[in-house]
């Protein structure tokens, strides 16, 4: 399989060139240039499969021409080491709970699978390979920890100084060896902005060999599709199955649109954000305008410019109107958040994390409309956000063990300045 760059200014390369490089020579993003579908057979089967059997198939059709069988076996059941199961909230709601893995949030699986898969394709390299990662709370925990120990890989990881949560914080700070965390002194769209101009830097590169680990990256991006492909197998009722994602970058909702393109039988997709709602205005004008990100309780999705949006407009030919046909998006604001997990705490016993009532929120909005039944991915365990959460709903929520062991370890960063020099002095150095 070759993967083409969304500017289309740099020939197609392999999955071993994508995976090292992240960003594309011409600043675009890579796509597979052909997404086969599954086999009828697979989905009247799917009901009765294990997330591993499932994730395996799903693997086999995107990277079954570059890695062999025994090989990717290896990777996806290493990767996939914890459930994601599915829980009914209403009749019609039910949580795909993504937060059962090392860091207690989905973007376990998508790191994990990098990390085992850049070790896989570098393991006869003599050169260091550094991956460099953005985030605004969970990539960076999830990466650091995917990564740590792996050898012959170093890790950046660069964050907005205090804004993200205590605990988010220590699973990257507190790991040490071939992990270095970053304070920089601006928001999550700064630590962007730095990574993809250090990736444009001729000096840097000279230096080292660099690659991304955010959302960008292609081997991030398509593992996500497993859980959807799990989720709808454990839907009880298959019928009309609609999927809602809370979004910040659109790495994760754009692997469900992928599934969905390989056969998965979703009926629709639903995009919830917080206010930074660039992506529900795009859907109801047609126009895209990006602009700065603000500070929300949602905080891994204040993104204010998500830059998996030019694979989704790649994937739909470039058609507002054919975007619209799969995605609804809305938009909620912070006190509507709150009384969200207030209230589905109240009525129904389910403790929602700030993304996942983005999540319930808007799917239960689209539902309301629509008919069908269906599931929104929880994005987080609620205790990630432990203070947030634990001043909506008025009580304590217990530290399950492995946030504990983070929150014993002691912060190790360095404070630098919102600039690629500051970067640069730091990584030569
Ligand atoms: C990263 C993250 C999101 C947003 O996911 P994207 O793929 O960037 O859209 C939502 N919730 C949580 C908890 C996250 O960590």
Redo the contacts with the bound molecule.
Sequence with gaps: MKYYSTNGKVPPVTLREAVTQGLAGDNGLFMPERFDRLPDSFFDAIGGMSLQEISLAAAQNFFGEDIPADDLRHLVYDTLQFEIPLRRITDRIYALELFHGPTM???DVGARFMARLLAYFTRDAHREINVLVAT????GSAVANGFHNVPGIKVFVLYPKGRVSAIQEKQFTTLGGNVSALEVEGAFDDCQRMVKEAFLDRELNEAMTLTSAN?INLARLLPQSFYYYHGYAQMPDKSEVVCCV????????CAGLIAKRTGLPVRHFIAGTNVNDVFPEYIRTGLYKPRASVATIAN??D?GNPSNFVRITDLYGHSHEAICQDISSYAYRDSTIRETIREVKARYGYLL?P?GAVGFKALEHYLSSHDGTGFFIE??HPAKFTDTVEEIIGEPVPLPPALARFSAGRKQTTVIPATLDALKQYMLS
Aim: hydrophobic share 35%; charged share 15%; net charge negative.
């Design positions: 949030a989905f973007k605004s709370g969970d990539t959302s809370p979004s910040g970058n659109f790495g994760n909702i891994a999705m993104v994390d993304h994005t987080a």
